[in-house]
């Protein structure tokens, strides 16, 4: 019979088959909500269509989540992404690392195609984080939420800023500043009694904020530091703009 869990010291942990259902059920989720969106936009659709006298014997074609071009860039950009995760640049002394700009790749998919594909894109990367970890130290479904779904899947909120002036950067430092509020209320709820014994005890009413945050702030200031930069920051104008898909991507 196949084993989903191990139970250990109040916490629990995934099997191999526990992380295989884990992603299975990731997966099919992520084909529910496109096929619910291609519903709604051929309905949509049709519903103007018929109001504007348009023949209705005109085939439709509805619209998809990710077009081949959203689909190619997205994946590039995940794939990216989740290899510099793996590249620490200072490991912090409570725990957690400064990555080379792994966040900014995961926004970018937002900055590139808007808030439905940047927090798909994101979730699915919050899914690739949780098997990364290998599917440790679970202590509740919410917990897992807040840790990787809602945390990670912050970082899509950055396609809220696609079209506005600096969207990029805006995006990325809301999205970012997100996902640490997201890490620290699951610190709250779930991690108060895991503080490290080097932690300053004068400040352990603040232990998730200061734990959190101590590594995506200072990954946040050099992310923004190399956009600035006239070579980087042309070098993603011309990505951009080979990315754009119907004129999505406004500058």
């Not at 074609?61 to 860039?73: G, M």
């Not at 002394?93 to 080379?100: A, E, K, Q, R, Y």
């Not at 969207?167 to 809301?174: A, E, S, V």
Request: glycine share 10%.
């Amino acid at each position: 019979m196949a084993k989903f869990f191990n139970a250990e010291d109040g916490y629990y942990s995934l099997t191999t088959d526990g992380m295989i259902l884990f992603i299975a059920l990731t997966v099919f989720l992520l084909l529910t909500v496109a096929f619910i969106k291609a519903k709604v936009s051929e309905a949509v659709k049709e519903h103007g269509d018929s109001k504007s006298g348009v023949n209705e014997d005109k085939p439709k074609e509805a619209k998809r989540l990710f077009s081949t071009k959203q689909l190619v860039f997205s994946g590039v950009a995940l794939a990216i992404a989740f290899v510099l995760s793996f590249i620490k640049v200072i490991d912090m002394p409570w725990g957690g690392s400064v990555t080379l700009c792994s966040m900014l790749f995961v926004t970018i998919i937002g900055y590139w195609y808007g808030p439905a594909i940047g927090l798909v894109t994101a979730l699915a990367y919050g899914v690739l984080q949780f098997v990364q970890d290998g599917g440790g130290y679970i202590l509740s479904p919410m917990q897992v939420a807040f840790d990787f779904i809602l945390a990670f899947m912050a970082l899509g909120v950055s396609g809220f800023f696609n079209k506005k002036k600096n969207g990029l950067i805006i995006g990325y430092i809301i999205a970012i500043l997100l996902r640490g509020l997201m890490h620290a209320i699951g610190g709250y709820i779930y991690w108060m009694d895991y503080m490290p014994d080097n932690f300053p005890k004068n400040l352990a009413v603040i232990y998730p904020i200061l734990y959190n945050y101590a590594y995506i702030i200072p990954e946040g200031v050099i992310t923004v530091v190399l956009l600035l930069i006239s070579p980087v920051k042309k070098g993603i104008a011309y990505i951009s703009r080979l990315a754009e898909d119907q004129g999505v991507i406004s500058g």
